[in-house]
């Protein structure tokens, strides 16, 4: 926006300097936006950003002295404005943060932090130190001497001659540790005390909603809580050693969500698993059978996470002599994210999963049982006879992270005994399931595994305890 130099005069024409300083700078800085800077010397560019910045801290100065200026003879009832920030924000279309930052530090630099407005406005400091300075010299506590924060300003002046606005930054937070070290430990101990108290009050976790055969979670954690997480994610979420199944080219990200999701079905199994009228945690499953046994089509899964519509209920209708009909409730089907026939089979291995398996007529053939799933002394005797690892060739990953695997699955008519199952990891589990991997009981009573023939065309059996290798 042009600046006319008149525009503010007083009866007589007369125009403020200021407003026709500004018209001069505003002129100024057109023709140094127009200047070609291709043709700068490269030793030069150093030497003009510097320039640049300096000038930027003296209008920041020039700026906040108005912005006070502005407060104090209450300019924000000329625009109906409810306070100085608001005016601002109308004015110069800042967010509402930054233009109350603005208005609470021209006060604070007009007020107690003179030496601040004054490197500031000679180009010493930027203006996102003197931020920073204000903010640190704030949360001092109350009862600190006015000489104490002068110090303390003065200190934190010098150091940003050499830091930037994030190391100045890291500076004003440990402030107290430098301006009265002998009170130091009490007060940050208060400090975190109470910043450690509002942490716990507020910690949050919210589900958003599920797309695509994804949903989201949205949490903040206090600092012990994450830390635990991360400990005990960090194991979990190392790469996979590269074995039959390939090298593992997961992200870091990817990494740390698969482990989360193996913590939360350790957290499940568990004994000590939080319970709720008596019943472990268990989700279930509803699906055509004939679906489930050929693995095509689609489950619904009711949880928490369950959509808000009605139940879709399927009945049957009967005619009689009189023409009219009568209705039969045979079955049903919840309203719930969908998940892929192969995905069910998966989790009806070795997790809560109860599956409600429907004929073709809805009427419900079974609810499943929780004698498909391997005991806690079945479990121990496959680890016991293929090895307290996954037993997937070339993995080692602890028995307690493993799930039980029905070779033949339930399904399909499979026992739950230790002739029809495999310790399996989570990941090796799914590619048991979803890439066309076979394993079987060998001749020696351990399992043993055939790869598909993109990995190894000859398709060789594999038996981990044999060490045999993939030909290549």
Sequence with gaps: MDID???????????????AWLADVGAGIDAAIECPTLSLPLDHYEGALRQIAVYEAKLASLRLRLTRQAELNE????????????WVQQVTRVGRREASVSVRLAKALDQTLRS?????????????????????????????????????EAFLLDSAQALDVDDLDKAGKHLYEVIAPEEAERRIGKQLEEQERRARENRTLSFGPVRDGMGTMFTRLDVPTLAILQALLDPLARPRPSGPDG?????SERRQADAFAELVALAQAAASAPSRGGIRPRLTVTMNHDD????????????VLTDSGPTHLKVKTYGDEN????????????????????LVRQLACDAEIIPVVLGGDGAVLDLGRGTRLFTSSQRHALAERDGY??????CRRAEKWTEAHHIRHWVDGGATDLNNGVLLCQHHHT????????????????????????????QNVIRPNDATLIRR
């Design 5 to 19: 130099a008149g525009s503010a005069s007083g009866g007589a024409g007369f125009a403020h300097p200021l407003l």
């Design 75 to 86: 300019v924000k009832k000329l625009s109906g404005a409810a306070t100085t920030a608001g």
């Design 116 to 152: 601040t407005g004054e490197a500031l406005s000679d180009g010493e400091i930027s203006l996102g130190q003197a931020q920073v300075i204000e903010r640190a010299i704030r949360r001092l506590p109350n009862d600190v001497d006015t000489a104490v924060k002068a110090e303390a």
């Design 247 to 251: 090298p593992d080219l997961r992200s």
């Design 292 to 303: 489930l046994v050929a693995r095509l089509g689609y489950g619904t899964l009711n949880s």
């Design 323 to 342: 023409g009219s009909g009568r209705q039969e409730l045979i079955g049903y089907r919840i309203t719930g994210p969908p998940l892929s026939a192969t």
């Design 389 to 394: 690892f996954c037993h997937f060739p070339d």
């Design 431 to 458: 590619v048991i399931h979803t890439q066309d991997w076979t394993v079987r009981m060998g001749p020696d009573g351990h399992p043993e595994y055939i790869p598909p023939p993109w990995v190894d065309p000859y």
